[in-house]
T-cell receptor
Framework: GAGVSQTPSNKVTEKGKYVELRCDPISGHTALYWYRQSLGQGPEFLIYFQGTGAADDSGLPNDRFFAVRPEGSVSTLKIQRTERGDSAVYLC??????????????FGEGSRLTVL | GIQVEQSPPDLILQEGANSTLRCNFSDSVNNLQWFHQNPWGQLINLFYIPSGTKQNGRLSATTVATERYSLLYISSSQTTDSGVYFCAVEGVYNFNKFYFGSGTKLNVKP
């Protein structure tokens, strides 16, 4: 498709389970970002990829969170041992070139994670 | 990180009215974007405007980078303008990390 695609759109899981969220960026965009949005708040930065490498993962809240982008396109955000506090909307964004600043960000529709 | 403050937090308008939303930020920025988050949660790009003025239909935006603020103008508001408007900035010393404000929640009544 033409835009950033995220799957699943909704995920309900139980506390302690493992979750994967997928992001397919706009074709040709080298920079990819994950953000997290809690109810009533603005999105918060989690991690940024330039190509295949995680250039900045300073926003990941703890070591239960991990993200990969093995071929420089699709990215997966992985959450281990989920906790109720992980419930949020996880947003993925891409931009054409992140090497000299972000450029314009384009967001997907998000994956809403609910941990029971 | 950069502090981003948006005002007002909530705004109720009658259809057809005009409004101005403000975004203040605490440091020099490389990049600034305005987004509209629709009721389904999608963040829609409105303006990519690190400086200067842009217009797109009934919407326009102005960023005065030296004074660390940006304004979003909505004229002749419509019910479809309802939702949350976010300002997001990227600092000159901290590339590739956007900081978002808490948003302005707009409700346009028919």
């Amino acid at each position: 498709g033409a835009g950033v695609s995220q799957t699943p759109s909704n995920k309900v899981t139980e506390k302690g389970k493992y979750v994967e969220l997928r992001c397919d960026p706009i074709s040709g965009h080298t920079a990819l970002y994950w953000y997290r949005q809690s109810l009533g708040q603005g999105p918060e930065f989690l991690i940024y990829f330039q190509g295949t490498g995680a250039a900045d993962d300073s926003g990941l809240p703890n070591d239960r969170f991990f993200a990969v982008r093995p071929e420089g396109s699709v990215s997966t955000l992985k959450i281990q041992r989920t906790e109720r506090g992980d419930s949020a909307v996880y947003l993925c964004a891409s931009s054409p070139d992140g090497q000299a600043g972000t450029g314009e960000l384009f967001f997907g529709e998000g994956s809403r994670l609910t941990v029971l | 990180g950069i502090q981003v403050e948006q005002s007002p937090p909530d705004l109720i308008l009658q259809e057809g009215a005009n409004s101005t939303l403000r975004c203040n930020f605490s440091d020099s920025v490389n990049n600034l974007q305005w987004f509209h988050q629709n009721p389904w949660g999608q963040l829609i790009n409105l303006f990519y405007i690190p400086s200067g003025t842009k217009q797109n239909g009934r919407l326009s935006a102005t960023t005065v980078a030296t004074e660390r603020y940006s304004l979003l103008y909505i004229s002749s508001s419509q019910t479809t303008d309802s939702g949350v408007y976010f300002c997001a900035v990227e600092g000159v010393y901290n590339f590739n990390k956007f900081y978002f404000g808490s948003g302005t929640k707009l409700n346009v009544k028919p």
